[in-house]
């Protein structure tokens, strides 16, 4: 019988994943780091699934030294999502191609260093990409605005994996100290099961969160003396008489753009005035938008879905239960005038 490692069953779904990705691009939007992500992680469990499945021995060296791709490519593809003026200077950007760098001498000269490296460097970038969503959903200002929400907790949930990873690192230092690494090789396949399929998973949801179109440059900023009304007023206008809330590529970066306020003041005054984020927000006039055509048409629980701005009908139902507490078509059912139906 053809023994085949679990990790090789995470790598053939996260090239699933990977392709699913690719072919939505263009209609969903795709970030390409979201992409190179989804793809590391799938070779990083086929590098797995030949070290502890076929003992293949050029894959132990090759198996760190990917791993430690991983963390920086995790943190560089959720800043993606931050305003660019929140993005570090080129100075700095070299800085995390180091880890790859340092885990490459570490294999060559140290290897008992090897996962205790790992586990720094997890643990280390995990609380990085923590750092990046502190401010909630509204701090990802280049993620639609219908998916950041899930882009935050998909940000949330890598985060996370990382450091299961890093723990599962430590089980297999330790189990090198304890077992001489009789038990490393089922540690390591459910460590790669795991942590690599969630990192995947999260790179692949955030991925679709990201506009299809490319957005232009930051104009300088006016200078923030706007009062909070005034800021909210401007917003509505755009949102409801312009008809903005449509744009279903929406961005709080792009909203800015167009209010000519930066992303920081309509965060600030959105949450100040309205008590919520700007993603509920504009999800609100969305939802009120298709609360008038489910009332007022025949149009389709789709159509109206599709024409007041949501993507797609898990976004739409969630965001609809959160505004009515009832589905679309028992919300219709139970507000559409006797003499239309």
């Known amino acids: 019988m053809i023994f085949v490692p679990l990790s090789f069953v995470a790598a053939l779904l996260l090239v699933i994943l990977l392709v699913s990705a690719l072919r939505a691009r263009e209609t969903t939007g795709g970030n390409t780091a979201f992409l190179f992500l989804v793809a590391l992680c799938a070779l990083q ?20 030294i990917l791993a430690s791709c991983l963390p920086p490519l995790v943190l560089f593809s959720f800043r993606t999502l931050l305003q660019r003026d929140d993005l570090e200077g080129g100075r700095m950007r070299w800085l995390h191609a180091l ?26 970038y995990a609380i990085a990409v923590l750092n990046l969503g502190r401010s909630g959903p509204d701090a ?19 985060a996370v994996a990382l450091c299961l990873s890093a723990l599962f690192d430590l089980g297999v230092l330790l189990a090198f100290e304890w077992s001489k690494g009789e038990d490393a090789a089922i540690i390591a396949s459910n460590a790669n099961l795991l942590g690599l399929f969630f990192i995947g998973l999260t790179a692949f949801v955030a991925s679709r969160a990201h506009p299809s179109a490319p957005t232009q440059p930051n104009p300088p900023e006016p200078s923030p003396s706007e009062q909070d009304r005034e800021i909210l007023d401007q917003v509505q206008r755009l949102l409801v008489d312009q008809r903005l809330y449509r744009d279903d590529n929406l961005t709080l970066s792009r909203l800015a753009r167009r209010a000519g306020v930066p992303a920081r003041q309509i965060s600030g005054a959105v949450n100040r005035l309205a008590g919520k984020n700007v993603s509920q927000y504009i999800n609100d006039i969305r939802i009120s ?40 078509a028992s919300w219709r059912e139970q507000n559409r005038p006797q003499a239309v139906a």
């Not at 469990?45 to 760190?64: F, I, K, M, T």
């Not at 990802?140 to 890598?158: G, P």
């Open 45 to 64: 469990s086929v590098v797995v699934g030949l070290r502890w499945g076929y003992h293949v021995e050029a894959a132990r060296y090759a198996q760190p």
């Open 99 to 124: 880890p790859p760098v340092v885990m490459t001498a570490i294999v060559l000269f140290l290897p008992a260093l090897i996962d205790a490296a790992l586990i720094v460097l997890f643990v280390g």
């Open 140 to 158: 990802l200002v280049e993620a639609r605005l219908d998916s950041a929400v899930a882009a935050h907790r998909a940000l949330v949930i890598a």
């Open 289 to 328: 938008e298709a609360c008038r055509l489910l009332r007022d048409t025949d149009m389709s629980v789709t159509a109206a879905m599709l024409d007041s701005g949501f993507q797609t009908k898990s976004n739409f139902n969630r965001e609809f239960r959160r505004v009515t507490a009832l589905s679309p």
